[in-house]
């Protein structure tokens, strides 16, 4: 059974702060995706990385980096966070390889990030 | 890029009613539909997908169908439950250019007794 963890349910940060929100996989999954929920939105991609040390910008990139050092884990990283980045923010994984399954996204449980 | 529509946002049926989901996308090249489920307080999850080369696909009372050439596609429960009240996603990929979907903007499906 897959398994994505993300390092916190809830946090609150303050304007300006530098913020790391971490993602872990456990099933050797190649691909990994950092989304934000906001209601009526959607799920927004922010960043992906097909591979270690690999990162494409998704759909809402601005405000917001990325790390992957190593394969099971991927960083979501805000230089300085703003109150228009409180939202919910979504880890997922999936295979990668060219198999049958291989699109299905596994999310993590989220993490509820509020900028004061 | 691939540009999603979902409709309706927000969707209220008696139980035992039957719930129909449309969306609609942009790039023809897309082949691969998925629909995930996020119950409240809860990750998304897949329940169903369907892949560009079949019309319509059944998982016991929830099917999903495709009409390639109007570019839309649609989630229908039947007999609907207490249970199926949740947020319901659909989206799109072009598989043979990795792996990234773009999602609907969701509908918040509300079962009532």
């Known amino acids: 059974d897959v398994k994505v963890t993300q390092s916190s349910r809830y946090l609150v940060k303050r304007t300006g702060e530098k913020v790391f929100l971490e993602c872990v996989q456990d099933?050797?999954?190649?691909?990994m995706f950092w989304y934000r929920q906001d209601p009526g939105l959607g799920l927004r991609l922010i960043y992906f990385?097909?591979?270690?040390?690999?990162?494409e910008k998704g759909d809402i990139p601005e405000g917001y980096s990325v790390s992957r050092e190593k394969k099971e884990r991927f960083s979501l990283i805000l230089e300085s966070a703003s109150t228009n980045q409180t939202s919910m923010y979504l880890c997922a994984s999936s295979l990668g390889r060219q198999v049958l399954g291989a699109e299905t996204q596994y999310f993590g449980p989220g993490t509820r990030l509020l900028v004061l | 890029g691939e540009n999603v529509e979902q409709h309706p946002s927000t969707l209220s049926v008696q139980e035992g009613d039957s719930a129909v989901i449309k969306c609609t996308y942009s790039d023809s090249a897309s082949n691969y539909f998925p629909w995930y489920k996020q119950e409240l307080g809860k990750r998304p999850q897949l329940i169903i997908d369907?892949?560009?080369?079949?019309g319509e696909k059944k998982d016991q009372r929830i099917a999903v169908t495709l009409n390639k050439t109007a570019k839309h596609f649609s989630l229908h429960i039947t007999e609907t439950q207490p249970e199926d009240s949740a947020v319901y996603f659909c989206a799109a990929i072009y598989t043979g250019g990795g792996n990234k979907l773009t999602f609907g903007t969701g509908t918040q499906l509300k079962v009532e007794l």
């Open positions: 099933m050797d999954h190649e691909n």
């Open positions: 990385s097909y591979d270690v040390k690999m990162k």
């Open positions: 369907i892949r560009s080369n079949v």
